[in-house]
């Protein structure tokens, strides 16, 4: 189909419908790759936001549990590198602590992890509680506040309070197991995480799928717009006589294209010119309508000539 005759507002539609498509591409590609540095986002909290945890709420004797505070804080004010949290776990030993920054939009979170274990006598007191004769009953353990320390950008200091769950710890000793001394529990050490697939390549994978569906989608809407064609309605005055009328219809259809529409409108032509005993003009008029490939413009420029020319005569 020839751009002539396609409408200036489905040319319009098309481009709309490719600049569409080049901008959701880019924005992939640039929060895939803000994403894959762990930037990105608009997130600020309008508070500081502590969030902590127990892991797991319930555990044996001995076993090894995870205490995880999360700060989050807006890195516009505060400096979340300043940050340092020193809790006192009491009665609890803690044997292993990280801390790590991680950006989250405009804020920052800090989070705090503690390995902690219950293996002294002390913590073996603070777990149970005993009744009247002699038994034993088992309570949860209320771990000390703790308070975060930084300081906001400007300099000033920072105190922000953590709370910690409470934790259940059962026993697995018998009365003679904890008479005979304070027990001692294993280093735990944790294995290594294993992926089968690279969290970072499977991500990339689907940012480009999704780079390839969006180029499809945009690919599919444009053809089918581009392949539209105009629809023109052709409104002709009623005082228009016959073959007047013709050559508008002729005139019509061979703007759209259309030349089986030019050449039905031609034999309409040739059909009043034989009626009004203009029999060459007729024939000639037919020669154009079936010549291959099809009546032209300028061909049909000369007819219009011919026929007023004629038509003036009489």
């Not at 709370?163 to 290594?192: C, M, N, Q, Y």
């Not at 759209?256 to 203009?278: H, P, Q, T, W």
Request: hydrophobic residues 40%.
């Amino acid at each position: 189909m020839r751009l002539a005759n396609v409408p200036r507002s489905t040319l319009g539609l098309v481009a709309a419908v490719v600049l569409a498509t080049v901008v959701l591409v880019a924005l992939t590609l640039v929060g895939a790759s803000r994403w894959s540095k762990g930037e990105g986002g608009t997130y600020t909290p309008p508070e500081t936001v502590v969030a902590t945890r127990i892991d797991p709420p319930s555990a044996l004797f001995g076993d090894r549990v995870q205490a995880t505070a999360r700060i989050v804080v807006d890195d516009r004010v505060v400096d979340p590198q300043s940050l340092v949290l020193d809790p006192s776990f009491k009665p609890f030993q803690a044997f292993t602590s990280s801390r790590r920054v991680r950006d989250v939009g405009k804020a920052s979170a800090v989070t705090f992890t503690f390995g902690l274990q219950c293996v002294t006598g002390e913590c073996i007191r603070a777990m149970e509680r005993e009744q009247r004769g002699g038994s034993r009953l088992t309570v949860p353990i209320t771990l000390p506040n703790a308070t975060a320390r930084g300081r906001t950008n400007d300099g000033t200091a920072v105190r922000i309070p953590v709370t910690w769950p409470k934790l259940t710890v059962h026993s697995r000793l018998t009365a003679d197991d904890i008479a005979i001394g304070e027990p001692s529990a294993p280093r735990f050490v944790a294995v290594d995480v294993d992926y089968r697939v690279s969290p970072g390549r499977l991500g990339w994978a689907l940012v480009i799928l999704a780079i390839g569906l969006i180029a499809v989608a945009g690919g599919l809407v444009a053809s089918v717009l581009a392949a539209r064609r105009r629809v023109r309605v052709l409104r002709l005055p009623p005082n228009m006589g016959a073959i007047e009328r013709s050559l508008a219809l002729a005139r019509h259809a061979l703007d759209d294209g259309d030349i089986e529409g030019g050449r039905k409108a031609l034999e309409r032509l040739s059909a009043e010119l034989e009626r009004g005993g203009r029999d060459d003009l007729a024939d000639e008029v037919t020669r154009v309508a079936w010549s291959p490939p099809g009546p032209t413009e300028e061909e049909l420029d000369d007819l219009t000539r011919q026929v007023g020319s004629s038509t003036n005569g009489h």
